[in-house]
């Protein structure tokens, strides 16, 4: 089965599509302002999350009479014919671009589909609770109708790891992903030596795509992952806070940031392709900056990483995420934070998570609440990034000792880690339009530079 007919496709050229986008939202306009529930909605959104209505939509259903065929392929949406679908129900995917599905069927009526991390917290907020929700508590999808204006509905789903849009009566693996869940919340992270702990996470994730597929562990795992980094960064306990308020959860993430070493790197890509991750476009900046990263994507759970590497000049040709590195005698930016806070795999976990939201209105927001903002590494029309102010991780004294002995740290540099700790984590404020759905190398080797730990000032409280 070819990648892109699950909305991925094997090409990196990454293009922009302002009709596909006018398209979309002159649809979405139009629903708003005859489902008033949604409207205000939307508004609430928007305004306490700092986040667009846009980047909750799961998907959109509309009638034939309302969006053709033609209309639909001259945006650049492709129908497929893989994807679980209701009964006479047509499914089109934008492979090049982030924008949401869109289901066409004969039925005169047009739906909204939201997507909060949790449907029962999110309609328990929003004065919901009563919906009926269709399908298991930890389900692989589950569906509930919100408000219904006529012939314009509002809707809602929880997805763990699928990618169609059908509630199945045939699954019953949830006694699995809840053990799943539990062993990746509680999963060791310190183990005696790198080789040992990279061999028994390896081992892990087998075990654990023998018992559920690979997408239902994938999702379980993420899960885990952003309760366990967001334990340590207050900027995102703030927002997560504020997008709870509406019950909405991270279901907004953009993509999922790691960081290792280079005799790790292999390994980690191995992981990630035991879940079902599919290696999208490579990032070479040795000369630039001193980096390099690879892009994975699920195609199946709509899910991106950044696995970020150190890599030096005359690298360039080397396939870093399938040929070992050696090591070298010094280290960069990504080196060193490995160095200072372990392997973002094992103890450290992720570097940072990226979520979509209205640019500018989140760099003030949270600037009302003490949260600083540091400059934007990306200011194009369809791409905006910028990260908070690092948070600062404390750092054990015996690494620092070993960074120190191996001269990969001067003494004055030893004693700021030791008393004021060093950077750590971030949360990514990134805002895309058109369907954009790449990155830009020079943009990302700029924030690599400005987050090297030891150029990086840290704010006083």
Known sequence: MKSKDYGFTSEFDWGLYPQAETLLVQHINTFLKNNGFAHELSSRIEQDTSTRFLDWIDHMVLSEDVISVKTMKDAGFEESGHIEAPNGMRVFIH????????????????EVVL???????????????????????????RKTVISAHGDHVLSAVERRGFRGFLVSRKVNDTQEYRQALETFFCRQRYFETLEEAMEFTLKLMEDMCRRLSSARVTDAFFRAERVYWERRNWASQIQKARQDRLGLGWGNHDHHTYRSSRGNFTRLIKIFETLGFVC???F??????????????????????FADIDLLKEERGVN???????????????????????ESIL????????ARFDFEKLRNDLKQRNILTMAPFSDFAFLKQAFTEG??????KKRLDRLQ????????????????GAIGSHVENIQRTQGFKGFNQHSVSAIITATDPRRYKIQDA
């Open 95 to 110: 492979p090049g671009a982030i924008f949401f599905p869109v289901l066409s069927g004969k039925k005169r009526f047009t």
């Open 115 to 141: 997507k909060p991390e949790r449907l029962n917290h999110f309609i328990q907020v929003i004065g919901k609770p009563t919906s009926t929700i269709e399908g298991d508590i930890c389900g692989p999808y």
């Open 280 to 282: 999208r476009e490579q």
């Open 284 to 305: 070479f900046a040795g000369e630039e900056a001193g980096w390099g990263a690879q892009v994975l994507e699920h195609p199946e759970c709509n899910m991106v990483l």
């Open 320 to 342: 870093f995420t399938r040929q070992g590195l050696k090591q070298t005698t010094h280290r960069g930016t990504v080196g060193l934070w490995v160095e200072l806070h372990g």
């Open 347 to 354: 103890q450290a976990g992720l570097h940072h998570l990226a």
């Open 391 to 396: 948070e600062t991780w404390r750092v054990d």
């Open 405 to 420: 002995e191996k001269l990969f740290i001067t003494e004055a540099q030893h004693e700021t880690f030791l008393k004021g």
